[in-house]
Nanobody, 123 residues
Framework: QVQLVESGGGLVQAGGSLRLSCACS????????MGWFRQAPGKEREFVAA????????VYADSVKGRFTISRDNAKNTMYLQLNSLKPEDTAVYYC????????????????WGQGTQVTVSS
């Protein structure tokens, strides 16, 4: 089992920045892939970013490319999502997720999920 706990959400003005954290525990994550997803009210959960925990290629949704950065700290067993140049349309609950295979855009491929952290961007 993998446990994931997000933090770092909050209220920020458009153009501002936040850094989300995802504390991971329960398993050695070197063989896992990690992802960030988000869900706005009334909308389906959508892919944001993903990467292998071991490092390598990162994948981003077109809507966040160049503004968001996914990373991880092995020593702290924590994954991050740096959110810059935030827009009101980025408002959503952000979830981190893990799977044992590959960094994919498909939410159904992820086995483990955190509880989410709210990001609200005011105009």
């Amino acid at each position: 089992q993998v446990q994931l706990v997000e933090s770092g959400g909050g209220l920020v003005q458009a153009g501002g920045s936040l850094r989300l954290s995802c504390a991971c525990s329960g398993r050695t994550l070197s063989s896992y892939a990690m992802g960030w997803f988000r869900q706005a009210p009334g909308k389906e959960r959508e892919f944001v970013a993903a990467m292998p925990w071991s490092g390598g290629s990162t994948v981003y949704a077109d809507s966040v490319k160049g503004r968001f950065t996914i990373s991880r700290d092995n020593a702290k067993n924590t994954m991050y999502l740096q959110l810059n140049s935030l827009k009101p349309e980025d408002t959503a609950v952000y979830y981190c997720a893990a799977n044992r295979y590959q960094a994919t855009r498909l939410a159904g491929n992820y086995n483990y999920w955190g509880q989410g952290t709210q990001v609200t961007v005011s105009s």
